[in-house]
Every structure is written in C-alpha cells, then in structure tokens.
C-alpha cells in the first residue's frame, strides 16, 4: 500500500490555528487517518498496476508469491506491524528482485520509520526498474520534501503527473511545493487541476483556500474553506482557517460562531479555542467580565487536570543567587514581539545576576532569530515536542521564572505553562490579556495599560507593573515629519491604519458621526488587505451618510510607504474595543497623535498607554462615544495647537519611558529579582510596582497615585 502526499493536508494559512507537527512524517499518518479508505482505495490501485518494464518479468509462481507477501505485509502495515511488514517485503525482493512494487512497499515502511535516505533509495530503485512507475515518482517526492528538497520533489511530483494525468494526489502535492515556493498562481492551478479531477476532496480545497489566502485573494480563500467544510463537515481544520479568514475580512461575529461550531464538534481543540479568545476580544458584544469568563473556562478545561500533580519545586531559595530566565515564544523572528524584546534581550545579555534561556517554539529562523540567538547561548528548539516534553525540560534546567511570549495567539505553548515547570510563571507582551490560567502568576505590563486595580479583576495573574510594557524602537530609516497637512489643505484629515479585523461597524458608526461633525474633514483608511473584501467599509460609510469622496483607502504596503502616509494625516481615530499598539507607536513617531477611546478591557488600553507616555491622553483619550466626538472637535478646530503637537512629539516620543531600553532592562531586572524573593520568603503571588528608579511597591486600595 503507497502514501499520500507528505503534506497534502499539511498546508495552513500560518493563523492562530495553525496545527504543529512532530515531523513530516506525523503528518503522513494524520493524513492516513483523516483520509479514510476512499484516498486509500484510490493510491492502492495506483501500486497494483501491473508493471511495464520487461525486467519484471519473473518466474510466475515467484512472482505470484511475492505479490501475496507485498499484500500480507500491506495488511501488517494497515495494523502498525511496521517491523513484520518489512521483513515480508525483503523477501518479496529475495524472491522477485525486479518487482518494482516490492521496493515501493519496502521504501514506505522505512519512511514511517522516519529512515528517509534508506527509504529514498528504495523508491529510487523501483523507479530504475519501472520508468513509467507514477505510484514510485509520487513516493520518491514525499521523501525529497522530507529531505527538504523541494525542486527534487517538484520534478518527481511533475513526472508522476506525465505518467498518470489523473493523478489528483499529485497535482495536489506539487501545489503543495509551489505554495511553500510562493509561486502562488502556479500552486492554486495545479490545485484546481485536482478539483477538476475531484470536486468533492474538502482537503484540496482547503489547500487552496491557504493559497489563495497567502497570495492576498481573501474573497476567494473564504469560498473554498466554505467548500471545503460543506464537502466534509469533519474537516475541523478549515474551520480555523476560515474563522481566521472572517476575522482579517472583519467578519467577527462569523469568525466567533464559526469556532464555537468546531469546537462544538471537538471540545479539546486548545488553538480553536484560543482563536475564539482572540476574536472574542475584539468584539463588543461582550463585556469585560464576560470575556474573562470566557478566558477563565479555558483554564477550567485545559488547565484543571494538571493542578492536582503541579511538581514541588526545589529550586534553591537563595535570594541574591543568579536567575535563571526561561522565554517560551514562536515570535523570535520577523514578528512584532520580536521587534520589542531584542534591544531588550541585548541588554540583559550582560547581566551579571540572570541566565537566559530561549525555549523557541517556530520551524523559521530568519535574520533576527540569528541576531537574537547570538545573545543567549542556551537556545533550544521545541517545535516537534509536546507539553509535557517541554515542561519537562524546563524542569531539568531548573528555571526559576518562566515567562510566556504569546499568550492566546498563534504557536502558544501555554498547556506547558499550566503543568507548572517553574516556581514563578509570568505572560508578558504577546497578548493584552489573561492567560486563564492559575499556573500563571504575574502579568507583566505598563503602569498606564493596566492602571492599579482598574483591570486586576480580569485577570488570574496578579499584575506585575513596570514604567511601561515594553520598549519601541522607531524605524531607523523613517521619513521625516511633515507640516500639519490640514495647513495646506484647509481641511482636516483623519487616519486609521489598524488592522480591518478591528474595524467594526460600530467604530465606522462613530467615526461617521465625528465626521459628519466637521463636514470638511476626510479620511484616509490604510492597510487594508490586497485583493480582500473590503467594500462592507464603504458601505458602512455610506449608510452613515459619508460618500466615498470624502474617503481614501489604501492597502497593505511595505513599511516606507506605510510610514510616509502620515504625511497625509492630522490625526488618527482609533478602533475599539481592540486599539491600536504598535500602529498608534508609529504614528506618534510620524508627529501624528491617535485619538482614543479607553476601553474596559486590556486590549481597550494599549492607546491609552501610548498616549499618557507622551502626556497626550488628556487631549486624546476619551472616556465614551460623546467625549469622542466632542475631542475631535475640539482637536480640529485648534490647527495651531495640532501643529505645534506634531512638530514636537518625536522629542517626547524619544523622551518617553518607552524609548528608554537600557532603564527598561534594569527596571525588568529589579522586577524579576523581585518576584523572586518573594517566593523565597514563602510568600504568594501579589500586585507588585517597579517604579523609574527601580523602587519595589506592593500597592493596596486606595493607595494609587503613590507611583509617580
């Protein structure tokens, strides 16, 4: 019996939902069993034609009897016998050694051994010995895709079609290394060849759709994750997909229903469940306690089964000892977080009293991996390990304070976080939110994102606060800042550059409103996806009564071009309940000020941050939908004040906390020292405050505003 494709099922959107692998070689066998016998069925045939080659012709009773082992060790196979089945193919060869059939089997069960060059050279062999072998050239590329040899594959792939121009697995495998070669429109043809061929197979839609989606054709990824999950209702895996599709269309309430339905299906799907937390938190359909709930039910059911068994640590109680530091994240690469950590993590290199430890959970390591990996000499790779493996390893290196990286986004280790392999477990900067989890213990933010006991009731983690989050660095080769364009314009220009999955009907309502407010005020709406649907925005619009002339989208774009846009704009409006971050950074960086709604939720107050860094929140910050609208009146009609904010805010963006990286270090390490002493006492987690100048506060109610 042959394989399918490697990675026939194996391609993803890189979302929230993306499922990791131990190897290639479990994605072979998740595909078998995903499958069923219709896929099955179809490749077996392909290995029961009858060989052509002259060379294969063998006494008839040899040939006989090694064709009933290949077939017994087939059924040895099927049952995991993958020894047995092996040996009965080595005597089929014994016995028929022209039988290129024989060495196909042989090649297939040493590549689930994972002895891939042993398995290669078998699948060689029956090519040699059968040039018109489809089945051996399909087989033969699977391997070289495990060998990481993509152009080998894609020659293999390319004459098992010659030979068999019906071959659907393999039109759909080579899509598979045209997708990952980023010849999009080459993969999304050869993945419509295999539609043509089988309209009904949910798993080549799905690939597609993934395609589709890399290459920016959001519209048409929507439709075949649909088909796919109306051909078979069982491929859970699209379902993520297309949820994370929904979200970047701002479909949010589609993307929320459409995870809910899958985990409906399969409760213990921990990245469906995560991506319904994210998406959750970017709707105003819940309120803030609702959407801790939600977050808390996550830990009552992927966390509650380790509490009783959480390991007694003996970690040495030394209180000055040196620290070891242990970084659990995906996001070491080409990745905002990574952007934020490695001045940070540079810094920390040269401390005397902690010992880092990356535990890096991606398959990609691009230049900042390598810059970032140069400065903690105990990095270990963790992708192809389970939770318990990782947790595990933490164990052995005796890290005293673990700190999570993500949160509830994309590639998340956070089952490991709840077996507890650290005394002291911290989430910081990956997500603005709760893990949900009771084996976390601190929250590490800013003192202006999540103020003293404003936010602490939405949250298992006690709140550990810093001066701010987490440094930001500019751009080193940004533009300049421009003059106020409203100047020149005679008319003012508001901006958003948030991602559209933030962009809800309600916050167009409100913008309308601002907008119908100043009638000669336009907007310019940035980053929205390529080739994506967005004319639900325009429509939005135009049902608030704002015509399309008085509005200017653009899309995705590199970051020059992204950054030179603020030249064409006087203020930013935020979105809500989810706010700007990094985007309301740049525009501060660019002389242009966001004007902000402050939400009841974490992910409602990263603007806010940002703003009170700069002392701009009382002008920016408003406190509801009226407040809104009455700043941005207020904000417009003073041009002169506008322009004089542009003008200096590089100077307080590079004189705020935030761009201090060197204090921020300290402040961290004071923190870090802190927490642990505290466990070295015996003492519980508790709302703790490292200030500037590295004072240790434990506040209480009713003692805010002691921190200045």
């Not at 690939?207 to 890399?214: E, F, G, Q, R, S």
């Not at 990286?405 to 989430?427: D, E, M, W, Y």
């Not at 962009?503 to 409100?510: D, F, T």
Request: hydrophobic letters at 40%.
């Amino acid at each position: 019996m042959a394989l399918d494709g490697v990675r026939i099922v194996n391609r993803t959107c890189g979302s929230i939902n993306a499922l990791a692998h131990t190897s290639a070689i479990s994605s072979i066998k998740h595909y078998r069993q995903r499958s069923g016998m219709t896929i099955l069925n179809r490749i077996q045939a392909l290995f029961s034609v009858t060989p052509k080659s002259s060379k294969e012709i063998t006494p008839i009773s040899q040939s006989e009897q090694a064709v009933q082992l290949i077939d017994r060790g087939n059924q040895l196979e099927e049952n995991g016998q993958m020894n047995e089945a092996l040996r009965l193919y080595e005597k089929a060869i014994e016995m028929a050694p022209a039988l290129a059939r024989a060495y196909l089997n042989k090649g297939n069960v040493l590549l689930q051994m994972e002895k891939i060059p042993d398995a290669v050279t078998m699948y060689r062999k029956a090519v040699e010995l059968n040039h018109d072998y489809a089945a051996a050239h399909f087989n033969l590329g699977n391997a070289q895709i495990i060998q990481n040899s993509p152009d080998a594959a894609l020659d293999s792939y390319e004459k098992a079609i010659q030979l068999k121009p019906d071959f659907v697995d393999a039109y759909v495998a080579r899509g598979n290394v045209l997708g990952d070669m980023k010849r999009f429109q080459d993969a999304i043809d050869s993945y419509q060849q295999a539609l043509k061929l089988a309209p009904a197979y949910a798993q080549v839609h799905g690939n597609l759709a993934a395609t589709l989606k890399d290459a920016g054709d959001l519209i048409s990824a929507m439709k075949h994750y649909q088909a796919a999950i109306e051909t078979d209702a069982d491929y859970l895996r699209a379902y993520g997909n297309l949820a994370d599709v929904y979200r970047e269309l701002g479909r949010i309430d589609d993307a929320v229903e459409i995870c809910r339905t899958a985990l409906r299906k399969q409760p213990d799907m921990v990245p469906t469940y995560t991506q319904l937390l994210f998406c959750l938190s970017h709707s105003n359909r819940l309120t803030a306690q609702q959407l801790f709930e939600e977050h808390k039910r996550f830990g009552d059911q992927f966390e509650a089964p380790f509490r009783a068994i959480w390991p007694v640590h003996d970690n040495v109680k030394d209180p000055q000892k040196t620290l070891r530091i242990g970084l659990v994240s995906a996001d070491l690469r080409a990745h905002a977080v990574a952007f934020f950590l490695e001045p940070v993590l540079a810094a920390l290199q040269h401390s005397q009293s902690l010992s880092l430890f990356v535990y890096y959970n991606h398959e990609a390591e691009d230049e900042i991996t390598q810059r970032i990996k140069a400065t903690i000499p105990r990095w270990q790779v963790i992708v192809g390990l389970n939770d318990h493996q990782v947790a595990q390893k933490i164990l052995a290196d005796k890290i005293d304070i673990l700190i999570d990286l993500s949160g509830h986004t994309g590639k998340h280790r956070l089952l490991t976080f709840a077996r507890k392999p650290a005394p002291i477990q911290v989430s910081w900067v990956g997500y603005p939110g709760t893990t949900g989890l009771q084996a976390m213990d601190y929250y590490l933010a800013g003192r202006h994102f999540l103020p003293a006991f404003e936010l602490d009731d939405q949250f298992t983690e006690k709140i550990a606060r810093l001066p701010v989050t987490v440094p930001f660095l500019p751009i080193s080769d940004s533009p300049d800042v421009n003059a106020l364009p409203a100047l020149e314009n005679g008319y003012i220009t508001f901006g958003s550059f948030n991602r559209i999955d933030k962009i809800g009907r309600e916050v167009v309502a409100l913008w309308a409103q601002l907008l119908r407010e100043i009638p000669t005020a336009k907007m310019l709406i940035a980053g929205l996806p390529a080739n994506g649907e967005y004319e639900h925005l325009w429509f939005w619009f135009e049902q608030e009564g704002i015509p399309k002339t008085r509005l200017e989208f653009h899309n995705r774009s590199n970051m020059h071009t992204y950054l030179a846009l603020h030249h064409k704009v006087d203020v930013c409006l935020d979105t809500f309940p989810y706010t700007g971050g990094t985007t309301t950074n740049h525009a501060l960086w660019m002389g242009v000020p966001t004007l902000t709604l402050t939400g009841t939720t974490p992910a409602g107050r990263q603007s806010s941050a940002n703003l009170s860094d700069v002392n701009l929140i009382q002008e920016f910050g408003a406190k509801n939908h009226a407040d809104f609208v009455a700043l941005g009146k207020q904000v417009a009609s003073d041009l002169e004040s506008l322009s004089s904010i542009r003008q200096t805010l590089r100077s307080r963006f590079l004189n705020a906390p935030f761009s201090k990286t060197d204090v921020f270090a300290t402040n961290l390490e004071h923190m870090l020292r802190a927490i642990w002493q505290r466990w070295c006492q015996g003492l519980p987690p508790a709302a703790i405050e490292v200030t500037t100048n590295n004072q240790v506060i434990f506040p209480v109610p009713g003692d805010v505003g002691i921190y200045e």
